[in-house]
């Protein structure tokens, strides 16, 4: 009976809504716990890399919670410091990201690209140096400046 008081309190066409709400609340409640039962232990065991991962996404989540808690507060969180905030946090972000691209990209092996570059340059003086004895003698080669 208490939940017919309920149901009438509020448009029936956004009863759709509010339990998807309801239940989104629910799943965050359920990820801020998990990540609340982490100890700073096995936080530390992390590298770096993952440690400054988990953190951004931790306050990047938390603000955005509080950028809603605004907007169902009726303050306009762009004119709030909240904006600003989060686009701190987008920025770390990005720089990570920046970071692990680079450690994914190809790394260029300098031994193996000098080798190539000095085979593939004709010296007038090592063809000399064949011909006088006796190799074969290479067409139509150019040096490049």
């Given at each position: 009976?208490?939940?017919?008081?309920?149901?009438?309190?509020y448009?029936?066409?956004?009863?759709?809504?509010?339990?998807?709400?309801?239940?989104?609340?629910?799943?965050v409640?359920?990820?801020?716990?998990?990540?609340?039962?982490?100890?700073?232990?096995?936080h530390l065991?992390?590298?770096p890399?993952?440690?400054?991962?988990?953190?951004?996404?931790?306050?990047?989540?938390?603000?955005?919670?509080?950028?809603?808690?605004?907007?169902?507060?009726?303050?306009?969180?762009?004119?709030?410091?909240?904006?600003?905030?989060?686009?701190?946090?987008?920025?770390?972000m990005?720089?990570?990201?920046?970071?692990?691209?680079?450690?994914?990209?190809?790394?260029?092996?300098?031994?193996?690209?000098s080798?190539?570059?000095?085979?593939?340059?004709?010296?007038?003086?090592?063809?000399?140096?064949?011909?006088?004895?006796?190799?074969?003698?290479?067409?139509?080669?150019?040096?490049?400046?």
């Amino acid at each position: 009976m208490a939940d017919e008081g309920l149901v009438e309190d509020y448009p029936t066409e956004i009863e759709e809504y509010l339990t998807g709400f309801e239940s989104s609340v629910s799943s965050v409640h359920s990820v801020i716990q998990t990540l609340m039962s982490v100890s700073k232990g096995e936080h530390l065991k992390l590298d770096p890399l993952d440690q400054a991962k988990l953190d951004l996404m931790s306050a990047y989540t938390l603000n955005s919670l509080f950028w809603m808690y605004l907007m169902t507060q009726g303050v306009n969180p762009k004119e709030h410091g909240i904006k600003q905030e989060l686009e701190r946090i987008r920025t770390y972000m990005n720089r990570l990201k920046e970071i692990t691209d680079k450690k994914k990209a190809a790394r260029l092996d300098k031994g193996a690209a000098s080798r190539f570059v000095r085979n593939a340059l004709w010296d007038a003086e090592d063809s000399k140096g064949k011909d006088s004895t006796g190799g074969p003698h290479k067409a139509k080669q150019r040096k490049l400046n």
